[in-house]
């Protein structure tokens, strides 16, 4: 067996008994991991220390062994499969755990009996036992002393039979000595003749005084047929051992040698290589004396040229001119000429020096921005701060480093890393682009959607075959400058596999403290990210990785309101398709009342994706009518937007009077990674044994809260004028439309309570309202997540009234002054304020068009 794999197999019963034992450490182990059961020859260590012998019975179990023979004095890990052989370990750990290990005559037999065994064994102890996952046992069993066979006296459930002791004679003459010497020192130049052989195992075997544990040592590091290891053991005299050890290794030494000489007579074809290729470089000097100059030198020399031209940092253009060193001392022909010109390619193509110039004025980068896009007005802030420090620090330039040489570790950070969050189709990317004009930069961008590769990052080392660089430094070429800006899309999609993390490999690259030396695996040198502007978009951030997380700026973008739609397509979206379909813009145009039913009626959406493809297939329906010489120009209508369109997707606040019409049907809010949304909740009753349903694929949270719901509508039975004991008598169904879809989370506890409260009363709940809040068992309403979505999913479905925890008031902040004009908001802190707002009046108890109000003043956000 390969001394390589020896070591590996012994580490991983190491691991093993680790696992099983903290003590295994003061065993005497034979490094080589077989099989009792089905095993290959193996190897042997020497141990330092013994245990003292137990008294060693008459009668033992007898393993038998296939393909390995065990020594005396020695450890093995042993792996057990076999029913029998199980049945004899488990038998053998309630005594005294000594066992006879004998090999077989027949290594390919599986089960062999009595007369299929060899005469000589090893009676060894059982020190260390693990039982796997996959049924298998391991041991660890140490050698003590040799035995022969006797009497078998049991052949079931397994092989167990009389032994007789017989140790090994150990002749006190010179001639020992010497066979031991000798021994030794042919092991020592085995060792030199294989390179894998570790030096500690070297010197642990040249330490060993004792002449039998020197044979059975070195006999398990020699690799021998089974017959020979069989002789070897049962050869009673130490000085026979010996001979018979050292005949062993005289032929194993002149097989290595011979090897050997194998592998220097290649050498020299090598060589001869190598001479034909002085030949030829004299070749080429000659033809330059003759002013002919080869095709090789022309390239070199081009290399040369661009890697003075690249204006390389001190490091890589030192690691250029001795690849390109290397190169010009190689044959065109030979394999690695072609990998080290491509790798001189990459690095005089890298923009080492090439920068684009920015252009700091911050009134122009404000216009670019307000042209590109509406609203976005916090991202549009930090690009201005940007720039204007940049300014400043341009202006300072010599102030500031002067500052700089008394603080080695705080060097100033000149990049930026930021990252956008928020739903689809609100203008994460497009908002790069922008960045990238109102900076005069390069943009560039890369899209780490399901990337699980660590190499997709920092490229392939060079010892591969097709290597190359990652992503990062191949786009930095593709753009020509090192300060771009530079967006990476869908950060949140990474993935993770046997091949690596790319989300730790970008730790580095989206690190201000760390980028200003970034080594890609191929190109092998440091390049400075520093000045490069990061840009990454998520439509999550629980996904990411929280020290990934944490080197970003997190700039989260929000939904767009009505009004934004209405502008966004007004000065966007339209324009874009007018020239998408070849539309002048005398020949179409939307009125407002159109726009507003796209919006209302065929989309329903956090961003603007959906709203452009819609108004790009009205636009096909004018193209088509003027096409065919119908007209020559169309206002498109709201009437006309259901021609071309066909039947409203959606129904506004019509869907939401309908199902809340009925007692028990409650209107909630609630987040979701495309935005806000709004969601019904449904409760009925019927007359049963008092069980509790919930269906609408809910989650484990939300489960709770249903639950946590109906105790307190329970326990507040009497408030609501009814008998507690009638819960008893009734089945109570809760439901979540859209079950396809799982949902999970707190923040639908008070729409529950209140849908649940309708069903009991039999009051309806207010079609204009609706709500969000986590709701305790004694009734308080605590804060949730995703206000201003939810708020905005509200408005979107033209709701006019959101209760909301008092907690969440501040979040209001956020919201644009045309929905806090729209909605009235009412923060509450107890759930009988909201059942007080949402459940309608009786008919006798209500004036004609009275609205609902609170204990407390309703509030609204902008007052």
């Not at 070297?202 to 069989?230: C, G, H, K, W």
């Not at 030192?318 to 044959?331: H, I, T, V, Y």
Request: some cysteine.
């Amino acid at each position: 067996m390969p001394v390589s794999r020896w070591l590996m197999e012994m580490f991983d019963v190491l691991n093993w008994m680790d696992q099983t034992d903290e003590g295994w450490q003061e065993v005497i182990f034979n490094p080589v991991a077989q099989s009792a059961d089905s095993s290959e020859e193996g190897e042997v260590s020497d141990g330092d220390d013994e245990e003292e012998m137990p008294p060693i019975p008459d009668e033992l179990p007898i393993l038998p062994l296939r393909g390995l023979v065990v020594y005396p004095h020695t450890g093995v890990p042993l792996t057990i499969g076999q029913p029998r052989s199980i049945k004899l370990v488990d038998d053998v750990l309630e005594g005294e755990r000594l066992v006879g290990l004998v090999a077989s005559l027949d290594p390919e037999q599986e089960t062999p009996g009595p007369e299929e065994l060899h005469q000589v064994g090893t009676v060894a102890k059982v020190h260390r036992m693990f039982r796997a996952p996959d049924g298998t046992i391991r041991l660890l069993v140490q050698g003590m002393t040799r035995f022969k066979l006797g009497e078998f006296v049991e052949t079931e459930p397994y092989l167990k039979a009389r032994i007789e002791l017989s140790p090994e004679k150990v002749e006190d003459e010179l001639e020992i000595e010497a066979l031991a010497r000798n021994v030794r020192s042919q092991f020592e130049r085995i060792a030199e003749l294989i390179a894998s052989i570790p030096q500690e195992l070297i010197a642990s075997v040249l330490m060993l005084e004792d002449p039998l544990q020197t044979v059975y040592t070195v006999a398990n590091f020699q690799r021998m047929e089974l017959e020979d290891a069989q002789e070897l053991l049962e050869l009673d005299s130490v000085a026979e051992k010996l001979r018979k050890l050292n005949a062993l290794l005289t032929r194993e030494v002149e097989v290595l040698e011979l090897g050997q000489k194998i592998q220097n007579e290649a050498r020299s074809e090598i060589e001869d290589m190598q001479r034909e290729y002085f030949l030829r470089e004299q070749l080429k000097a000659i033809q330059r004396e003759l002013g002919e100059e080869d095709e090789q030198a022309a390239e070199v020399a081009e290399l040369r040229k661009k890697i003075e031209e690249a204006k390389m940092p001190e490091e890589a253009e030192k690691q250029a001119l001795r690849e390109l060193g290397r190169l010009e001392g190689l044959p065109s022909a030979a394999a690695e000429y072609g990998v080290i010109r491509t790798y001189l390619d990459w690095l005089a193509d890298i923009p080492w020096s090439k920068t684009s110039e920015d252009i700091l004025d911050i009134t122009h980068a404000r216009k670019v921005l307000d042209q590109d896009h509406y609203g976005l007005d916090d991202v549009k802030e930090r690009i201005l701060e940007f720039l204007a420090v940049r300014k400043l620090r341009q202006e300072r330039k010599e102030e500031l480093e002067a500052a700089e040489e008394d603080d080695e570790i705080r060097k100033a950070r000149e990049g930026v890393i930021l990252c956008f969050v928020g739903p689809p189709g609100v203008g994460k990317t497009s908002l790069g682009r922008s960045i990238a004009r109102a900076m005069e930069r390069e943009f560039v961008r890369i899209s780490l959607g399901g990337v699980r590769d660590e190499a997709e990052i920092r490229g392939h080392r060079r010892t591969y075959i097709g290597a190359m660089p990652g992503r990062i430094m191949q786009a930095l070429r593709r753009v020509e400058s090192r300060n771009p800006v530079f967006m990476m899309d869908e950060i949140d999609k990474l993935g993770r596999d046997f091949r690596g993390d790319p989300s730790s490999a970008l730790l580095e690259v989206l690190d201000p403290e760390q980028n200003t030396e970034f080594r890609d695996h191929y190109i092998e040198v440091a390049f400075d990210l520093s000045q490069v502007m990061f840009i990454t978009t998520a439509n999550l951030l629980d996904p990411i990785p929280g020290p990934l997380r944490d080197r970003m700026e997190i700039i989260e973008l929000s939904s767009y309101t009505e009004y934004d739609k209405l502008q966004i397509a007004k000065e966007y979206l339209i324009p874009r398709q007018l020239r998408e379909n070849g539309l002048r813009e005398e020949e179409a145009s939307f009125n407002e009342d159109a726009l507003q039913t796209l919006i209302r009626s065929y989309t329903r959406e956090a961003g603007v994706r959906n709203l452009e493809r819609a108004i790009g297939g009205v636009l096909r329906k004018v193209v088509t009518r003027i096409a065919e010489g119908e007209t020559e120009q169309v206002e498109v209508t709201s009437d006309m937007v259901a021609e071309f369109l066909g039947r409203p997707r959606f129904y506004h606040t019509e869907e939401i009077e309908q199902r809340t019409s009925l007692p028990g049907v409650a209107t909630g809010l609630s987040w979701t990674p495309f935005g806000g949304d709004v969601l019904f909740i449904e409760a009925t009753s019927f007359a049963g044994d008092g069980d509790f349903e919930l269906t609408g694929s809910l989650g484990e949270v939300m489960q709770e809260s249903a639950r946590a719901a109906l105790s307190y509508v329970r326990t507040r039975a009497k408030d609501f004028k009814l008998d507690p004991e009638s819960f008893e008598q009734l089945d109570i169904h809760l439901h979540v439309p859209t079950g396809a879809q799982p949902k999970d989370g707190p923040s639908a506890g008070v729409t529950m309570v209140t849908a649940l409260a309708s069903m009991a009363t039999g009051q309806p709940i207010r079609a204009d309202v609706a709500m969000t809040g986590e709701i305790t068992l004694r009734g308080q309403v605590l804060p949730v997540g995703g206000i201003k979505e939810k708020v905005l999913a509200a408005h979107r479905a033209g709701l006019k009234t959101v209760i909301l925890p008092k907690r969440n008031e501040i979040d209001l902040e956020e919201l644009s002054e045309e929905v806090r004009k729209d909605l009235e908001f009412i923060p509450v802190e107890e759930m009988s304020e909201v059942l007080e707002v949402a459940l309608e009046k009786p008919a006798k108890k209500r004036s004609p068009r009275k609205r609902a109000t609170t204990k407390k003043k309703a509030v609204r956000a902008n007052a």
